[in-house]
């Protein structure tokens, strides 16, 4: 893990600007938009009662940037900011599908990205930032000493101030995409029920961003939220575009012989890795960077596998400890097929930079197993066991700039002072 946490701590994070759903299907209500804004850079911030996916992206004559957020509206009486800094204009609107429309008008090209973050009342917060943000942050420190002095701002909370060369996304969220295995036209196993594998990886995948989405300092983004398919690649590209800091691939397993239940999981093999790692040598001039923003386009030959080499397989030891606490965690919940965790080839897995698992939840085609997969409280039962053993690898090996190394350096300090008891 060292190579990985010196390629994310040294190098920039990739941004971008697409995030998952949550599983719940009720709208998110924006409670209220925020805007501080320098003729350099600017941020929105807005506050929502739950997260919802959004999407970021820009606009040509007149220069805009655009915040569509799916499935969400304006809480009643919101008041929409006026244009500051190198904002014109803010507006706002209604899109199709009941997507919520934010339109920035802006005075300067600029490159938007966005975070989510914990919101006040249990809520969550979008935060957009266009332009140098080091001048938002001075600009912060001054506004908060303004606002100190007038202490006339009720209702307002205190906005963290960042500090010029802080590490960048620090308390950001561990990010899990939950892959639901197949989808559409492909069903994936048949149970002799007639359960299909793709309801039941769709339901516990489901079941399990809601659990993290619960969970402080936690992000789950969903590769498909509803009954369509889906390449493997598609799959993989959607964690990576959400900066996934694991990939979690849900299935259900099927084989001839009825009497064979129970779950197992899978990291990728070796052999699986570098044939992978062939790939994206060959194509490195189109390749996407590897998560940290390490480019191999303009490594030579030698240096690219090599930095290729090494994030692969921190990433597959990443896999195995992750693996090995889930496979644990199954088991106190039901049958655990397989003892060891297993080594496969599985396209899916093939993220050279993302610590990935294939979980087969149980098998379809034992007739306890598919009885079983099919009830909500099964479901939600191996969603807590899958959820427990993911929490338990970060709490140990927290990436660098979330609030689980937060906490664990907290922790670390407090037991090393005595304060708290080891
Ligand atoms: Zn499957």
Known sequence: MKIKIFLLGVLALLTCGWSGARAASSTAEVRSLELTGTRRGARLVLDLSRSTSHELFTLDKPRRVVVDLRNAELAKGVRVPQGQGIVREIRTGTQPGRTLRVVLDVEASVEPRARWENGARGGRRLVVELGDAASLARNDATSAQSAASAAAAPRKEPQPIRAVHAPRDTNRDVVIAIDAGHGGKDPGAIGRGGTREKDVALAIARALAERIND???????????????????????????????????????????????????????????????????????????????VSLSDKDDVLASVLLDLSQS????????????????????GEVRKPQVQQAGFLVLKSPDIPSLLIETAYISNPGDEKRLSTSAHQRKLAEAIFKGIRGYFEEHPPPGTRFAQARRANLAGVVAGTTTP
């Open 215 to 293: 969970a402080p300092g936690m992000r789950a983004v969903l590769t498909r939220d509803g009954d369509y398919y889906i390449s493997h690649r598609e799959r993989i590209r959607r964690a990576r575009a959400a900066n996934a800091d694991m990939f979690i691939s849900v299935h259900a397993d099927s084989i001839r012989n009825r009497d064979v239940s129970g779950a197992s999981v899978y990291i990728l093999s070796l052999d699986g890795a570098s044939s992978e790692a062939a790939r994206w040598l060959a194509e490195r001039e189109n390749a996407a960077d590897l998560i940290g923003g």
């Open 314 to 333: 921190a990433a597959i030891s990443a896999s195995m400890a992750a693996a090995e606490r889930v496979l644990r965690a199954l088991r106190d919940v």
